[in-house]
């Protein structure tokens, strides 16, 4: 017998991760999300980015 779920999201960078939380806070619960790392993060977690910089304060700077 197959899981089935309501919503499957890919990826647990803070796209995946900021859905998930947005569809829990509505009252989603049935979602499955699916990372094929071995931690949370997505590209941000498997790249670097030499020079890469942020020109507000990083409390300004939000998802």
């Known amino acids: 017998m197959q899981a089935t779920h309501n919503v499957v999201i890919i990826g647990a960078g803070f796209g995946g991760l900021g859905m998930a939380i947005r569809l829990k806070a509505q009252g989603q619960d049935d979602l499955?999300?699916?990372?094929?790392g071995h931690d949370v993060g997505g590209c941000w977690r498997d790249n670097t980015y030499p020079g890469a910089a942020c020109?507000?304060?990083?409390h300004l700077y939000s998802f």
């Open 32 to 36: 499955l999300l699916i990372e094929k």
């Open 55 to 58: 020109d507000v304060p990083s």
